[in-house]
């Protein structure tokens, strides 16, 4: 091999993986808008029923039930394209997940699965009328701050 | 009452509308992201699935089933909630929602059964095998563009 050609080889090396790294970049890049869009769309219907809880929106029970609906189906996504490695606080543009997601594997799940059940019971009463919403908004907020607390970074 | 207690009355009156006028900005404005949120859900799974078509990502029965699921979920939700008066594009921002989205109703509807139609048949199709999934991506790159053709103003 000669000089020129070395230094050939080495620039179209270094050039694939800088683009293999982009690649892999752009794919962690993707994940951590999707689980912030998943997250907003959370918000969004938590919004609606927060605000009929609170009186600042009328209770509405068709639209109660919509909104509870939307997020127990949300919860029921399959979520774990969300995650790959490399996209914690730190490692990623606008990631505040902490390393620890990670590695509590168990009891991360324990608390995804008491978000989907209250989430479900939420579904289930929201329509009813407005003290069945209320009472079942309460183990909801539980259930998110109970993750944020443990695995998501303050701002 | 006195030219003072005018003044008073009228700047109470300004406040209240301007009140008014920003909480209604602020229901319109997370209406425009949380739309745009569930397109971002649509993007990041018809992502991955776009990959196994192009033979970028290798095909994967179960995470195309996840996936196609997925998008299929995301096109059951309630969205009546995404669209309220007020949030076209120029009107609301970072909205590229065309006015006619308001006022062609019926055809809107129909393009929305279509696309429910299509990412059912994926659903159906995306965890069969490679040329299943292919063969039912068409469909749905179809619905989803008729949509933005009519009714989403270019970048």
């Known amino acids: 091999m000669t000089r020129k050609s070395r230094l050939i080889a080495t620039a179209a090396l270094g050039a694939l993986c800088l683009a293999g790294a982009a690649v892999a970049q752009s794919a962690v890049d993707a994940a951590v808008k999707a689980r912030k869009a998943h997250m907003q769309l959370y918000a969004f219907n938590l919004g609606v029923l927060g605000g009929m809880a609170k009186g600042e929106i009328e209770y509405d029970a068709e639209r109660a039930g919509q909104a509870a609906g939307n997020i ?11 995650w790959p490695e490399g996209s914690a606080q730190g490692e990623a543009e606008g990631s505040r997940a902490l390393p620890a997601l990670w590695t509590n594997g168990d009891d991360v799940m324990a608390k995804g699965a008491a978000f ?32 944020h607390e443990s695995y998501r970074a303050p701002e």
């Open 72 to 82: 127990a189906a949300l919860a029921s996504l399959s979520q774990a394209g969300y």
């Open 116 to 147: 989907r059940d209250a989430v479900t019971a939420l579904a289930a009463a929201a329509g009813t009328d407005l003290a069945s919403l209320r009472g079942a908004m309460g183990p909801v907020g539980q259930a998110c701050g109970s993750c």
